[in-house]
T-cell receptor, first 112, second 112 residues
Framework: AQSVTQPDIHITVSEGASLELRCNYS??????LFWYVQSPGQGLQLLLK??????LVQGIKGFEAEFKRSQSSFNLRKPSVHWSDAAEYFC??????????FGSGTKLNVKP | DGGITQSPKYLFRKEGQNVTLSCEQN?????MYWYRQDPGQGLRLIYY???????QKGDIAEGYSVSREKKESFPLTVTSAQKNPTAFYLC???????????FGPGTRLTVT
């Protein structure tokens, strides 16, 4: 069965430090890959997506993600975290062109 | 402005009552989705519809029903058969070209 794993439930980083959030998926074929961010009590906003081509994709708010086929991973990174980045982050995959599978999310806390 | 609206933002009901959550989009998307979000569990798919007058059960459809009579609208009814209805409900639509899912702001349902 298809699944998406975000192994870190909570992460705390200091403001200005770098960030990496992990995402692994299980399936033979390469799916479409997405990262979303959610502020408390709000809907989800797309940060970036990967369909094909260059495995390093740039998104909004200074985020980037790298697709590694050999590791079935799509990790999200940011070189310098801002206090406003505190939120919950979800990785999602789409295998069938219309059905997403979401990871369980990683809550990011930013220390001043 | 194009987008997805969900109303109301907060909804309170007594146990045993059916309740309908509204979802409207003006993005001209064919596909629409309903998700349930509980703390620590990510998003779980309730129902989805890829075209008007057609919809499919997701992973947790028991106790829920939907209709898709218009392209713009995809209401979700939480019936009294749903054992644990208190949750945050998110509606989304998906672009035919960009394949992104666009989310509404959510409805928090509390059943007592």
């Amino acid at each position: 069965a298809q699944s998406v794993t975000q192994p870190d439930i909570h992460i705390t980083v200091s403001e200005g430090a770098s960030l990496e959030l992990r995402c692994n998926y299980s399936y033979g074929a390469t799916p479409y890959l997405f990262w979303y961010v959610q502020s408390p009590g709000q809907g989800l906003q797309l940060l970036l997506k990967y369909f094909s081509g260059d495995t390093l994709v740039q998104g909004i708010k200074g985020f980037e993600a790298e697709f590694k086929r050999s590791q079935s991973s799509f990790n999200l990174r940011k070189p310098s975290v801002h206090w406003s980045d505190a939120a919950e982050y979800f990785c999602a995959v789409d295998y069938n062109f219309n059905k997403f599978y979401f990871g369980s999310g990683t809550k990011l806390n930013v220390k001043p | 402005d194009g987008g997805i609206t969900q109303s109301p933002k907060y909804l309170f009901r007594k146990e045993g009552q059916n309740v309908t959550l509204s979802c409207e989009q003006n993005l001209n998307h064919d596909a629409m989705y309903w998700y349930r979000q509980d703390p620590g569990q990510g998003l779980r798919l309730i129902y989805y519809s890829q075209i008007v007058n057609d919809f499919q059960k997701g992973d947790i459809a028991e106790g829920y029903s939907v209709s898709r009579e218009k392209k713009e609208s995809f209401p979700l009814t939480v019936t009294s058969a749903q054992k644990n209805p208190t949750a945050f409900y998110l509606c989304a639509s998906q672009g035919q070209v960009d394949l992104e899912q666009y989310f509404g702001p959510g409805t928090r349902l509390t059943v007592t």
